[in-house]
């Protein structure tokens, strides 16, 4: 059977408020630092245009009903082409991503700098905490738990009996590691919220090939049925008016 633990208020003082705190410090500090390190690159032509073409062939889908049939299938063949369309990428033009980012040094370098910027925080930041604080009971959760979570919560703590409602100084860590977005976008802002997992996953990736949704947006544009709405708009007036009218 699970076992209560009685928190000392000492824990709470000098374990859980300096973790939380520092956190959050480190947090903003390197958001800081990093946009200190990062250069303001120049924004290359051929990829706004690119992005502009996509909004354009993205609001011709949203209103092709709302168009005649022979403008919607003109303005179709202006984008999708096979000559010369805007959407249209012939073959072995298409850009590689990676192969870009190696050949761009300014990309490359930023890159860099965006993962030594969560890198070495994160892992001095984990060294302070299991130095000083591994091995606390630092909080619990006020509603019960089921044994899956132990391993998430009670982190450097080999205890069976222990509920699983408590949290472990370090479990404490990777929650406030990956749990402060919402407190970094209050304090921060919306666009400049640190999020870690995000990052995480864009160093799995690298680039942007934008060939791909020019290519999705041409097929897209290609399949849809072009069912003209404004000839029945007097014909759903007349019905609402006649609902409204009894």
Known sequence: MAEDLVLDTAIRDWVLIPLSVVMVLIGILRYFVSKLMLSSPSPDAKILKEGQ???????LKAGANFIPLRSFRS???YFSNEENGLLHVPKGQGTNPQAQMFSDPNMAMDMMKKNLSMIIPQTLTFAWVNFFFSGFVAAK??????QR???????GIDLSTVDVSYVSSRSWYFL??????????????DENAIDDTQR???MGGLGFDASKNLGAEKDGLDMIQHDWALPRFEQRAESVLRKLVK
């Open 53 to 59: 073409v996509i909004i354009r062939a993205r609001n």
């Open 141 to 146: 959760i006020p509603f019960p738990l089921t």
């Open 200 to 202: 995480m996953m864009q």
């Open 75 to 77: 303005r179709r063949l």
């Open 149 to 155: 979570f132990r391993s998430m919560l009670q982190n």
């Open 176 to 189: 406030n590691l990956f749990g402060l977005r919402g407190l970094f976008s209050l304090i921060l802002g």
